[in-house]
């Protein structure tokens, strides 16, 4: 899909192991970059490198094919080396590498932001750029915190986030969010902040899709309701299907009842749809596949199919015309980032729709899902798997965890799926799998075939 030359050109870069006197008591040629998320002192002893990418495939350091069953970081929907997008960021860098959008503007973010409003569920159609989605995330909560003071409602200031929920690493969406290991670390949150329960075991293990069951966790927003006070209640922020904490799909007329419960008591409803949008269920959106529509939708990842950092905030014409037009002269919303609206990064993100509509990726995501289906529940019978969960072209496979060691088991197998050609995610000890929405059957086969074998050999 890209050429092989111009790629191993692009990533091929020797670690300089020699690069000055001051470095001369350094560890080594890696022990400056700190690592996100990862256990460095253990990488940095047993480094896993990847050098480029094309289509369905990492090439290794080590001159290694590991097929990509996680779209990267969930985000390279597309594949790898779309060469309609390489060409885009190219073009582009030649032409215009930066931009500001503080009272200036360029074309390609209007551009883009009217090609999103387009694939957006009804209504949600005025588009705000970020650099990520933790941006997005904490762009959203401002803006429900806006809308109510702009309606002088600013007695609403509690946010409801989710147990297990993942929205980002930034302030506002570390605290709205429920993974445990991502808050104990830091002591300070943003204020008035709750949290709804999960809805991992919520339904019955090795249910494929939507079960239909236990909707009425739902209720627990009533309870909160009743706890604090609708008066106070200014957004719930949940994932339609939690990502990060392990694909919890959620049970058939759970969000539609959020959403009923939301409206009620006036309420936004955000769907943080970073994982989600773009194909992953089928559809642009969760909001289009479930059929619930939110007042506020985050994204990131696949919209400039992992090439150039971006994110983006759908609001509806009601949030965003209520903050607008009720401001005084000036700014209307006080916020806002150096590279919102990048012209690298919009210009990715318009080749990537490009993309996503000439090749029909998304209705074939939505035509893969029950084969998808199907072969993933295969592992159900593997040895330690505890509970198989699937929507769309997504998939969490629960293993049994070692006694007093929560974790080691997935992380041994991430480690050896890779080292023999599979990247899949894990997190705690659950096996995420996202692939491009370009995979095709036999390569479906060969993850449920790489990893029922290395779960036979794992003790």
């Known amino acids: 899909m890209m050429d092989e030359g111009v790629g191993r050109g692009a990533a091929h870069v020797a670690l300089d192991t020699d690069a000055s006197p001051e470095a001369a008591h350094d560890e080594g040629p890696l022990s400056n970059f700190w690592m996100p998320f990862t256990d460095n002192r253990y990488f940095k002893t047993s480094p896993r490198m990847f050098e480029r990418a094309s289509g369905m495939y990492y090439h290794t350091t080590d001159g290694r094919q590991v097929l990509d069953a996680t779209a990267g970081l969930w985000c390279v929907n597309a594949g790898h080396g779309q060469p309609g997008v390489v060409r885009a960021i190219q073009d582009q860098a030649a032409v215009m590498d930066f931009a500001p959008?503080?009272?200036?503007?360029?074309?390609?973010?209007?551009?883009?932001?009217?090609?999103?409003?387009?694939?957006?569920?009804k209504g949600l159609d005025r588009i705000f750029f970020t650099g990520s989605g933790s941006e997005s995330a904490d762009t959203a909560l401002k803006m429900a915190l806006a809308y109510h003071r702009a309606r002088g409602d600013a007695g609403r200031f509690r946010l409801i986030g989710r147990a297990r929920g993942y929205h980002g690493v930034n302030f506002g969406g570390m605290s709205v969010g429920g993974i445990g290991p991502n808050r104990k670390g830091?002591?300070?949150?943003?204020?008035?902040?709750?949290?709804?329960?999960?809805?991992?075991?919520?339904?019955?293990?090795?249910?494929?899709?939507?079960?239909?069951?236990?909707?009425?966790?739902?209720?627990?927003?009533?309870?909160?309701?009743?706890?604090?006070?609708?008066?106070?209640?200014?957004?719930?922020?949940?994932?339609?299907?939690?990502?990060?904490?392990?694909?919890l799909i959620p049970p058939r007329g759970y969000l539609e009842r959020l959403r009923a419960i939301t409206k009620q008591h006036g309420i936004l409803l955000i769907f943080d749809e970073v994982i989600t949008a773009f194909g992953r269920l089928g559809t642009p959106t969760a909001a289009e596949y479930f059929g619930v529509t939110p007042d506020i939708l985050t994204m990131a990842k696949g919209l400039t199919n992992g090439a150039v950092p971006m994110g983006a905030v759908a609001?509806?014409?009601?949030?965003?015309?209520?903050?607008?037009?009720?401001?005084?002269?000036?700014?209307?919303?006080m916020h806002g980032y150096t590279y919102s609206g990048h012209p690298l990064a919009s210009a990715a993100g318009i080749a990537t729709l490009d993309v996503y509509a000439e090749q029909g990726l998304f209705a074939r995501a939505g035509a893969m899902a029950?084969?998808?289906?199907?072969?993933?529940?295969?592992?159900?019978?593997?040895?330690?798997?505890?509970?198989?969960?699937?929507?769309?072209?997504?998939?969490?496979?629960?293993?049994?965890?070692?006694?007093?060691?929560?974790?080691?088991?997935?992380?041994?197998?991430?480690?050896?799926?890779?080292?023999?050609?599979?990247?899949?995610?894990?997190?705690?000890?659950?096996?995420a799998l996202s692939p491009p929405l370009i995979v095709e059957k036999a390569q479906v086969d060969e993850m449920v075939e790489r990893i029922g074998d290395v779960l036979g050999r794992t003790a």
């Open 101 to 121: 959008t503080f009272q200036l503007g360029h074309p390609l973010p209007f551009e883009l932001a009217r090609r999103l409003a387009g694939i957006m569920p």
């Open 186 to 247: 830091f002591g300070a949150h943003v204020m008035g902040i709750d949290h709804l329960g999960h809805t991992h075991g919520a339904v019955a293990p090795f249910s494929r899709g939507q079960a239909s069951t236990n909707n009425d966790l739902a209720v627990e927003l009533e309870n909160l309701v009743a706890l604090h006070g609708a008066e106070q209640i200014a957004a719930v922020i949940v994932e339609p299907v939690a990502g990060s904490t392990g694909v």
């Open 315 to 333: 609001a509806s014409r009601e949030v965003h015309d209520t903050i607008v037009h009720n401001a005084a002269p000036g700014i209307e919303f």
């Open 370 to 431: 029950a084969y998808w289906e199907e072969a993933m529940h295969n592992l159900s019978g593997a040895r330690h798997v505890i509970d198989v969960r699937n929507l769309g072209l997504v998939a969490g496979i629960e293993l049994e965890a070692r006694a007093g060691k929560p974790g080691a088991r997935a992380m041994e197998v991430f480690r050896t799926l890779f080292d023999e050609g599979l990247l899949v995610r894990v997190t705690g000890d659950i096996i």
